[in-house]
T-cell receptor, first 118, second 111 residues
Framework: NAGVMQNPRHLVRRRGQEARLRCSPM?????VYWYRQLPEEGLKFMVY????????ESGMPKERFSAEFPKEGPSILRIQQVVRGDSAAYFC????????????????FGPGTRLTVL | RKEVEQDPGPFNVPEGATVAFNCTYS??????FFWYRQDCRKEPKLLMS???SGNEDGRFTAQLNRASQYISLLIRDSKLSDSATYLC????????????FGTGTRLKVLA
């Protein structure tokens, strides 16, 4: 029973390039969340998606960042024209539902993608 | 004021000691509470959910105090393998349901 999968695990980009981070949720999970963790800081919510829908992108920077979760395939977090400040660990989590009144809302995390911008 | 606050530590304790962490939250409408554990450069892993009546899982006990808006984690008989960062998580339903993480409390258990 595979957990949440993320790839690549490490990604190096030069300033101005594009970064694409992929996340496959746990089997049976249809809710995906992306978080960013800067060095020595906590995880910050970025975006919440269900299949083909962005539910909440209140934590996403207004420019250069986008996310999708297509009907088929993994969720993708895309960062265009990366800058040094984008260097961070990006974690994806999935849950069975987004309903806080049930215990199926617990989020399980993938191993993360460490993005380094040179 | 941060939505979720934790003492960053580090807490350095000898093996076998009992250690407790607190976490305060600002939104009285918060609904669910969790403790996650994060090892260095790894993903957060669910340690336990926190229920209103308090709950225990082996050496770990979690408590919720809604009136004072804090949750706590107690670790008894600390092991070297307990060394990690403990993340407090509070959920909010402002807008949509999502997790708000504290910055974590670092624990080092010493031999």
């Amino acid at each position: 029973n595979a957990g949440v999968m993320q790839n690549p695990r490490h990604l190096v980009r030069r300033r101005g390039q594009e970064a694409r981070l992929r996340c496959s949720p746990m089997k049976g999970h249809s809710h995906v969340y992306w978080y960013r963790q800067l060095p020595e800081e906590g995880l910050k919510f970025m975006v919440y998606l269900q299949k083909e829908n962005i539910i909440d992108e209140s934590g996403m920077p207004k420019e250069r960042f986008s996310a999708e979760f297509p009907k088929e395939g993994p969720s993708i977090l895309r960062i265009q024209q990366v800058v040094r400040g984008d260097s961070a660990a990006y974690f994806c989590a999935s849950s069975k539902t987004g309903n806080p009144r049930t215990h199926t809302d617990t989020q399980y995390f993938g191993p993360g993608t460490r993005l380094t911008v040179l | 004021r941060k939505e979720v606050e934790q003492d960053p530590g580090p807490f350095n304790v000898p093996e076998g000691a009992t250690v407790a962490f607190n976490c305060t939250y600002s939104n009285s409408a918060s609904q669910s509470f969790f403790w996650y554990r994060q090892d260095c450069r790894k993903e957060p892993k669910l340690l336990m959910s926190v229920y209103s009546s308090g709950n225990e899982d082996g050496r770990f006990t979690a408590q919720l105090n809604r009136a004072s808006q804090y949750i706590s984690l107690l670790i008894r008989d600390s092991k070297l393998s307990d060394s990690a960062t403990y993340l407090c998580v509070v959920t909010t339903t402002s807008g949509t349901y999502k997790y708000i993480f504290g910055t974590g409390t670092r624990l080092k258990v010493l031999a």
